[in-house]
């Protein structure tokens, strides 16, 4: 198809007719569609060189189509090219090459563009504004946010279903379901019809807070709006289920969408069995792994760290380890929740020698220790005694920056308590009310056991 519009093309050049742009468009958008930007780039430029009297859409087709192959500077560099030539960028090319900047998070060049429309006097449309909160949402400026929805309202310009969308998901992801309710109920009485991404985003904030039956309720009214529940929602549902422990609600989610031709994929498969494993039904959770393989669905680095994070728990540390080489030889990378895992069952083995051999090694492949490293190497050391190994690492946690968590309080005090250190224990126990952690029983009941003895040093974060 491509040779004979080509061909067309040539004919007409050679017979000196003259060739209209909305015929070429056509080709550009077809050109665009393939992916093949060596192509759309020469067919543009043949088209300027053979007289076509070219207009601000056609080159916008290119530069979109440029941008879509990750070649922007190419894209802006015939932005500047058509200047000369008397074609000028108008919003939409702007907004082409705004976008493709923010998605390849070249934040420095984000601001030379917002620079060059402001020096062309460019009107922000409604695509713009939702490139600029994407913008400013991935970089956490939360209030240049809702400085640009409010100046986007002042200015009275319409905000469309992506606008919309866009706001959603960032209230959503902030934790304010209120707020993104209140917009999702706006959309619909300015007439707009809310699609797929703007239900997927909602239920993904419910099922983040909890609010199953809020959630179902949302897909229902989705189905009710002719709008099919596609994989992400299912996925997104069944992960909400999983996290509450509500595992036959999750288990009757499964049969009905299976009835209606959904096909569990990789995510699927995990969300199961991890939301079985966390109710300690380890051996229910390996079967969903095991059908997964079963019906040749390709395991991921997530699913092997699934596993092995259950066989850590059983105990069985030979097998554990058995996948972690596994997974490296048919090419998945462990990730630091996977050494976490391994760690954590090495600790709990009291084989401290390859826990730290194993953290030496995340940190030599560029996994860099979290909180959950640290915690299960102080776990570790503390029940086996070792309460100044683990005061050690529980001060070089601190100086790294991070917060410990309940557990690692939990753990570092039952420590020095057994040891009778109470003036450290105490030290650390308000220090932990003073971030904000409640501590559980076990805090108190070693707390109170650590009394009997005599305390002698002190520590903490410093």
């Not at 015929?23 to 550009?28: F, G, H, K, M, T």
């Not at 493709?100 to 713009?128: C, G, H, I, P, Q």
């Not at 030496?360 to 070792?386: F, Q, W």
Request: proline content about 2%.
């Amino acid at each position: 198809m491509f040779e004979e519009a080509n061909g067309a093309f040539g004919y007409m050049e050679r017979m000196g007719f003259k060739i209209d742009e909305r015929s070429c468009i056509l080709y550009l958008i077809a050109l665009k569609k393939c992916g093949n930007g060596v192509s759309l780039l020469g067919f543009f430029r043949r088209m300027v060189e053979s007289g076509v009297e070219v207009s601000v859409y056609s080159m916008t087709i290119v530069i979109d189509g440029l941008c879509n192959r990750g070649e922007v500077e190419k894209g802006r560099e015939l932005m500047n090219e058509m200047v000369i030539k008397g074609v000028k960028a108008n919003v939409i090319t702007y907004n082409t090459i705004l976008n493709a900047y923010v998605k390849s998070k070249d934040f420095k060049v984000v601001t030379e563009v917002l620079r060059l429309m402001e020096k062309e006097k460019m009107e922000y449309n409604a695509a713009t504004y939702t490139v600029l909160i994407e913008y400013f949402g991935s970089v956490g400026k939360h209030e240049e946010v809702e400085k640009l929805f409010d100046e986007m309202r002042e200015k009275r310009v319409e905000a469309d279903v992506h606008l919309y969308t866009s706001m959603i998901s960032w209230y959503c992801r902030r934790g304010n379901i209120k707020r993104a309710f209140a917009l999702f109920d706006e959309l619909t009485e300015k007439g707009l019809v809310p699609n797929a991404h703007v239900y997927g985003t909602l239920i993904d904030g419910l099922c983040k807070t909890g609010q199953m039956e809020a959630a179902q309720m949302l897909v229902n009214d989705m189905q009710s709006q002719g709008i099919v529940v596609n994989q992400v929602v299912v996925n997104t549902l069944l992960h909400g289920y999983c996290k509450k422990g509500m595992m036959d609600d999750a288990l009757r989610l499964l049969a009905v969408m299976e009835k209606k031709g959904f096909e569990p994929d990789v995510f699927t498969y995990n969300t199961m069995a991890s939301g079985m494993s966390r109710l300690k039904r380890h051996e229910e959770a390996k079967r969903w792994l095991f059908m997964m393989v079963e019906k040749r669905v390709i395991p991921n680095a997530v699913n092997f760290t699934t596993l092995i994070d259950i066989h850590c728990k059983e105990g069985n540390i030979v097998e554990a380890k058995r996948l972690f080489q596994h997974m490296q030889r048919r090419g998945e990378r462990p990730n630091t929740v996977t050494y976490n895992a391994l760690i954590d069952g090495y600790t709990k083995k009291g084989e401290m020698k390859d826990a730290y051999k194993l953290r030496n090694e995340m940190e030599a492949k560029g996994r860099i220790p979290d909180i959950y490293t640290y915690t299960s190497l102080v776990h570790g050391e503390c029940n086996y005694g070792k309460v100044d190994e683990a005061m050690k690492l529980f001060n070089e946690m601190c100086q790294k920056g991070l917060v410990p968590n309940v557990v690692t309080y939990t753990a570092i005090i039952s420590g020095l308590s057994k040891e009778g250190r109470s003036d450290e224990a105490f030290r650390l126990y308000n220090e932990m009310i003073s971030l904000g952690h409640m501590p559980d029983q076990r805090v108190y009941s070693s707390l109170v056991g650590s009394l009997y003895t005599t305390g002698v040093n002190s520590s903490g974060c410093k």
